[in-house]
């Protein structure tokens, strides 16, 4: 993993996360496009990682802490480059971050469809917790979207 870059993503990173998301991720989020990442970026600066292999993009992952709470975002790893080690990588620096932070504890937000997910989460020592249940209510006009 020493050939494996993980930092903050740039503004200038934004198009090509959205073209990877596009690849490597699960689902998509009304937040998904540029003025949304943008607004990611302006207000928390450290919260979008990015692990680069050779100056490609492989991996993403958000940490965004709120002051109270660490939620952990889009861990996502292109196909041909899953199963080396990135997506733990990726949520090590995301924990370290939250750590340095003062966060307490991380929640993850999975698809339930999304097999491979609950795989990988539940093997950096995360567990699903049933009795929760997310409620969402899109804001303003054309977001019906997730």
């Not at 450290?46 to 975002?73: K, N, P, Q």
């Not at 093997?123 to 054309?142: D, F, M």
Request: net charge negative; aromatic share 6%.
């Amino acid at each position: 993993m020493s050939d494996l870059s993980i930092h903050p993503a740039a503004p200038s990173d934004i198009d090509a996360v959205l073209r990877f998301w596009r690849t490597a991720a699960e689902g998509t989020s009304i937040s998904d496009d540029h003025d949304g990442v943008a607004r990611l970026l302006d207000r928390d600066p450290g919260a979008l990682l990015v692990a680069e292999r050779e100056g490609v993009l492989v991996g993403t992952v958000i940490a965004g802490f709120d002051g109270w709470r660490c939620s952990a975002y889009r861990l996502a790893v292109h196909p041909d480059h899953r199963r080396q080690g990135i997506a733990t990588a990726l949520l090590e620096a995301a924990e370290q971050r939250f750590a340095e932070l003062g966060g307490r504890r991380v929640d993850a937000m999975v698809l339930e469809e999304n097999e491979r997910a609950h795989h990988t989460w539940q093997a950096a020592g995360y567990h699903r917790e049933n009795h929760w249940r997310r409620w969402v209510k899109p804001l303003g006009p054309g977001t019906g979207g997730r």
